[in-house]
């Protein structure tokens, strides 16, 4: 029950990013469908369903976006790689495990982290593989501006509030 929640939240954060946020702010890349695939692997961890969910999807951002192919899943996967090996050989747990602000916190964390490793993940393959230039628009790297940061931190916090909320509803339910 959680995951239909997870991609219909997905479905409203494209929405949002591509018809209301470029019509109405004038945000051309607002980057809201990545924040919120990374806050659930930062949130969750990783396992098989949330690789596989998370490729086709940003599959499906990569084809209806119009970004290079591989430019937004490679990235998640090197991602997903990352936390695996985090929480293999650092022995960090899952914020999804416990309840209260530190692992609220921990999420926020891991996800800027997170954030930070597939801009420069994501500018290297562009760069590299298909010989851009750095042009602000394709090159995925929103850091530059300081409106663009505190963007990435408000959509991070406003994701893991919402997952933590819809994970704690669920779970009270099922008791």
Same mark, same amino acid.
């Given at each position: 029950? &959680?995951?239909?929640?997870?991609?219909?939240?997905?479905?409203?954060? %494209?929405?949002? =990013?591509?018809? +209301?946020?470029?019509?109405?702010?004038?945000?051309?890349?607002?980057?809201?469908?990545?924040? !919120? #695939?990374?806050?659930?692997?930062? $949130?969750?961890?990783?396992?098989?369903?949330?690789? *596989?969910? /998370?490729?086709?999807? %940003?599959?499906? @951002?990569?084809?209806?976006?119009?970004? $290079? !192919?591989? @430019?937004?899943?490679?990235? !998640?996967? &090197?991602?997903?790689? #990352?936390?695996?090996?985090?929480?293999?050989?650092?022995? *960090?747990?899952?914020?999804?495990? /416990?309840?209260?602000?530190?692992?609220?916190?921990?999420? +926020?964390? #891991?996800?800027?982290?997170?954030?930070?490793?597939?801009?420069?993940?994501?500018?290297?393959?562009?760069?590299?593989?298909?010989?851009?230039?750095?042009?602000?628009? %394709?090159? #995925?790297?929103?850091? $530059? =501006?300081?409106?663009?940061?505190? !963007?990435?931190?408000?959509? @991070?916090? +406003? $994701?893991?509030?919402?997952?933590?909320? *819809?994970?704690?509803?669920?779970?009270?339910?099922?008791?």
């Amino acid at each position: 029950m &959680i995951k239909s929640w997870l991609i219909i939240i997905f479905i409203v954060s %494209y929405f949002f =990013d591509a018809i +209301f946020l470029p019509a109405f702010l004038g945000f051309e890349n607002s980057f809201l469908t990545i924040l !919120f #695939l990374i806050s659930v692997i930062s $949130y969750f961890g990783v396992d098989n369903s949330i690789i *596989i969910h /998370g490729s086709v999807l %940003y599959f499906c @951002l990569e084809l209806l976006s119009g970004y $290079y !192919f591989g @430019l937004l899943m490679l990235p !998640f996967l &090197i991602i997903c790689l #990352l936390i695996y090996l985090f929480r293999q050989y650092l022995n *960090i747990g899952l914020p999804a495990d /416990g309840d209260g602000f530190a692992n609220l916190l921990r999420a +926020f964390i #891991l996800g800027l982290f997170c954030t930070g490793v597939y801009f420069f993940i994501s500018n290297l393959i562009n760069f590299f593989v298909y010989n851009a230039s750095f042009h602000f628009r %394709y090159s #995925l790297m929103p850091i $530059y =501006d300081t409106g663009s940061v505190i !963007f990435i931190v408000s959509a @991070l916090l +406003f $994701y893991l509030a919402l997952i933590k909320l *819809i994970s704690r509803n669920r779970v009270q339910k099922r008791i």
